[in-house]
């Protein structure tokens, strides 16, 4: 399985907060809702990854309107693959648990199209399946990242919609309340506590960027040979 | 000319019939509630004509996303997809006990279990092995807990724990009162086929990788 990159936009990340409209999500500390939390942690890891450089492109940016009021999940994945992003994230947020869940698609791994064949078609339902070894890369270096950042983490291989039909690397992040040697445990409504993992996931993001698709070295222009035409 | 003290008869008496009306249809749903719910909170019986017998759950933690089996004592019926069920509901017998690290509402979850013979050529790998079309109720569903983690520890130990204890089975799939459903409380794909050939799809912390 290769680990480096196809042609990618290696400055775009998309952004999937979950829910929106009528699908509110899970109810979170008895009033918040969670297509609002993720609303929030989206805003804050779209300002820190701007400020990296990136071009942060979101499914949605308000909770969604009466005239449209649900977005699919086939429709959030279509709009992540249009843009050829170098990295997919799902933002969700729960109350069970106890930090961070990193989930990768349960899809089997698949081999990449060969070269003789490289435009065969790719079945929409097992789509991520041809990017799992970049999107376990990107998972596991997240993890590592909020691990230093002493957030608790853990790895998931999950089946939830749109990661099965992504084609680029992606992860869903569920945030849970933070509960630090049996503390009062920080809710995921705090703002200080989603700073905090905007703050970690940016500069992971962007050092795990730079490792798998490197910026690509200008060649030096040709020089004219001389004695070529009259 | 109709009198007055008719008309005003008339009146109470439709007001009488109207009234009557609203109070037997309230007094209806309120018994079809009380119904409903005695149903929904009958606890899980085991058989009492076969000896127990230990069998192994797979038993999920919210706290640390692990699953871990667990040997426990159930009378269990011999019929392949009566046990299936029995097994199921053994498992979130475990789940509705109140220090649960994995809570879930107590009473009944699953309507059925179906054990089928999967389509040929579904799937290569599960060849031979049968497919279990469970059947969640949907007062399940809707009681469930939101969220990517906890549905999934709740998928997985269900198929572990149906694999651990009837090895046939190689495929699951999951209805909700009959019909597919897309997830099972807004998060998990309930639309998939899942292969239970290797259920334990455990959590794990990240590690440290060697450059690319």
Known sequence: MQA????????VIVLDPAHGGQDAGA???????????????????????????????????????????????????????????????VLHATASGNGLSLSTSSLPLQEAPSA???????????????????SLRLAN???????????????LRTALKPLDNLTCPAVALEVAPLVVNGSKPTPVTDAG?????????????????DLMAPKPVAKPAPTPTSGGNP | ???????ILFLSLSVAIVLMAAFTIRERQKAHDRFTTANEAAPYIEPVNTPPESVTLDLANDFDGS??????????????????????????????????????????????????????????VASGGLLAVVNLRGT?????????????????????????????????????????????????????????????????????????
Not at chain 1, 118 to 127: G, H, K, L
Not at chain 2, 1 to 7: D, G, K, L, S
Request: charged share 20%; with cysteine.
């Open chain 1, 4 to 11: 480096t990159l196809p042609y990618f936009n290696r400055n």
């Open chain 1, 27 to 89: 109810t979170l500390n008895g009033h918040a809702l969670e297509k609002d939390v993720t609303l929030a942690l989206a805003a804050s890891l779209r300002a820190t990854l701007t400020a990296r450089g990136f071009t942060v492109v979101s499914t949605r940016d308000s909770d969604l309107t009466a005239a449209a009021p649900l977005l699919t999940g086939d429709q959030r994945a279509g709009t992540a693959n249009h843009l050829r992003p170098v990295a997919c994230i």
């Open chain 1, 116 to 134: 003789s064949e490289p435009s065969a078609p790719i079945p929409w339902d097992t789509a991520q399946s041809l990017y799992l070894p970049q």
């Open chain 1, 141 to 155: 270096d997240l993890g590592l990242a909020l691990l230093r950042a002493k957030l608790p983490v853990q790895l």
């Open chain 1, 193 to 209: 506590y989603q700073q905090r993992i905007a703050d970690t996931l940016a500069g992971a993001i962007l050092n795990w960027r």
């Open chain 2, 1 to 7: 000319m109709i009198p007055r003290y008719q008309r």
């Open chain 2, 67 to 124: 699953i871990l089996s667990a040997e426990r004592d159930a009378s269990l019926p011999q019929e392949p997809s009566l046990r299936a069920r029995a097994l199921i509901e053994r498992l979130f017998a475990e789940y509705a006990l109140p220090e649960s690290p994995h809570p879930l509402k107590a009473g009944p979850g699953v309507d059925d279990v179906f054990l089928l013979k999967p389509p040929t050529g579904s799937n290569p």
């Open chain 2, 140 to 212: 399940f569903d809707d009681n469930h807990p939101s969220g990517v983690e906890v549905e999934t520890l709740t998928i997985q130990s269900i198929i572990g724990t149906l694999h651990a204890n009837l090895p046939q089975i190689t495929q699951v799939r999951f209805l909700v009162n009959g019909q597919p459903r897309e997830t099972l409380a807004g998060h998990a794909d309930l639309t998939r086929t899942y292969p239970a050939i290797d259920a334990a799809v455990r959590p794990s912390a990240p590690v440290e990788a060697a450059q690319p």
